[in-house]
């Protein structure tokens, strides 16, 4: 397993935001926790990647293993170091006054021990923009002149910068016109059917995030109330009531 998370608790202050809860993720795969606003969706992902934010919560219980070895107590930057995870946040946090290959240069520096850290790099930022075109088109402009799509996609190239093969999403599809969230989500099922990266995204939006993972766990209130294969979740009773209009 790449990611197992048993019996995951956190906290912010001592309002308890997740109640014990399990999952698991292999290498390649790309798997879904879907949940209504509030569910603990980022709260999850705050805990798995623990950037050092006021806002992060607490874990007060449980346990999340990395190739089987807990990770609970490894310094959150050694994650992003040793290319374990790269969480792309809710809401992009891109640099505004920098320009789109400045954004993507700020998250090189997983690679200063690399031999050929140049070339790493500059075959990691082709990649990006083989794989998002407009960026391309854009790389010399500020990041505040981009689009929302194009601020998400710039998101995701910057994560994939640091090298990392597991990718953590929050949200990708907030504030997205559907065409640009689908050119988003086929672009990220080529990074895991061609670069094999394994992919962990949270959204609000279950129809789409069912479509596009192979399986996925459903959040609510901080607990986990079912999960399957996205077929298996597409077809349940309570969650197309809950989740699927209908
Ligand atoms: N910084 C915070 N301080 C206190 N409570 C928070 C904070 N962030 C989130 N919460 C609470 O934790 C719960 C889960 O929030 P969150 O993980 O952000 O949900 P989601 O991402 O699914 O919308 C909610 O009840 C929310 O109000
Ligand atoms: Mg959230």
């Known amino acids: 397993m790449l990611l197992d998370v048993k019996d995951l608790k956190v906290s912010y202050g001592n309002i308890e935001a997740l109640h014990g809860i399990s999952f698991n993720i292999d290498k390649g795969e790309i798997v879904t926790l879907i949940g209504a606003n ?3 969706k980022t ?3 705050m805990a798995l990647a623990r950037l050092p934010r006021p806002e992060a919560p607490i874990v007060t219980g449980g346990d999340i293993f990395y190739e089987d070895k807990s990770i609970l107590k490894t310094e959150p930057h050694i994650l992003i170091q040793k290319k374990m995870m790269v969480l792309v946040p809710e ?5 505004g006054n920098l320009t789109v290959h400045e ?3 700020m998250a090189t520096f997983t690679h200063r021990r690399d031999i050929n850290r140049n070339a790493i790099v500059a075959e990691i930022e082709d990649m990006v923009f083989e794989l998002f075109p407009q960026l391309a088109d854009r790389r010399k402009q500020r990041g505040e002149l981009l689009s929302g799509g194009e601020q998400q996609m710039l998101a995701v190239g910057r994560a994939l910068m640091t ?3 597991f990718i953590l999403l929050d949200e990708p599809s907030m504030g997205l016109a559907p065409k640009l969230m689908y050119e988003m989500f086929r672009a990220l099922r080529q990074l895991n059917s061609i670069k094999h990266i394994t992919i962990l995204v949270v959204e609000q939006n279950a129809k789409v995030a069912l479509e596009f993972a ?3 766990y459903v959040l609510k209130t901080g607990e ?15 969650v ?3 989740y699927l209009g209908g």
Do not use: P, V, W, Y
Request: aromatic residues 2%; glycine residues 16%; charged residues 20%.
């Open 38 to 40: 509030g569910a603990g």
């Open 224 to 238: 986990i109330i079912a999960s399957g294969s996205s077929a298996e979740l597409m077809a349940n009773h309570d």
């Open 43 to 45: 709260s999850t992902l």
């Open 163 to 165: 090298g990392s093969d």
């Open 91 to 95: 809401g992009r946090h891109i640099f």
């Open 214 to 216: 192979s399986r996925g």
């Open 103 to 105: 954004n993507l240069q």
């Open 240 to 242: 197309k009531k809950a």
